[in-house]
């Protein structure tokens, strides 16, 4: 059971880039997946996250009506569609799992799967 992130880049101040979690062993819709950031020298923190249903979502402040969460359940990937960007979205963005979760959180204690991250750089 892996999760994997990709996506991540260099882009400048007002860009856009496309997170992908990509899931092997396992089925992606069948799970809630959160989104975390990390910056350099601060604590791991909660960007996003889709319920199981993808009837609920959660945006952190900053990142709301920027960032959209989004499921394609046929390629069994979880995307994060992330458009102007902003020097303070730097940062290695990874994803979470847990399995059959019809609420939402950006806590980290609330999943239990994690994959590797990718990195995500504004700047001009």
């Known amino acids: 059971v892996q999760l994997q992130a990709s996506g991540g880049g260099l882009v400048q101040p007002g860009g856009s880039l496309r997170l992908s979690c990509a899931a092997s062993?396992?089925?992606?819709?069948?799970?809630?997946i959160g989104w975390f950031l990390q910056a350099p020298g601060k604590e791991r923190e909660g960007v996003s996250c889709i319920s199981t249903s993808g009837g609920r979502t959660y945006y952190k402040d900053s990142v709301r009506g920027r960032f959209t969460i989004s499921r394609d359940n046929a390629n069994n990937t979880v995307y994060l569609q992330m458009n102007n960007l902003k020097p303070e979205d730097t940062a290695v963005y990874s994803c979470?799992?847990?399995?059959?979760?019809?609420?939402?959180?950006?806590?980290?204690?609330?999943?239990?799967?994690w994959g590797r991250g990718t990195q995500v750089t504004v700047s001009s």
């Open positions: 979470a799992a847990r399995k059959r979760q019809y609420t939402c959180s950006g806590l980290q204690t609330f999943f239990d799967t």
């Open positions: 062993g396992f089925t992606l819709d069948d799970y809630a």
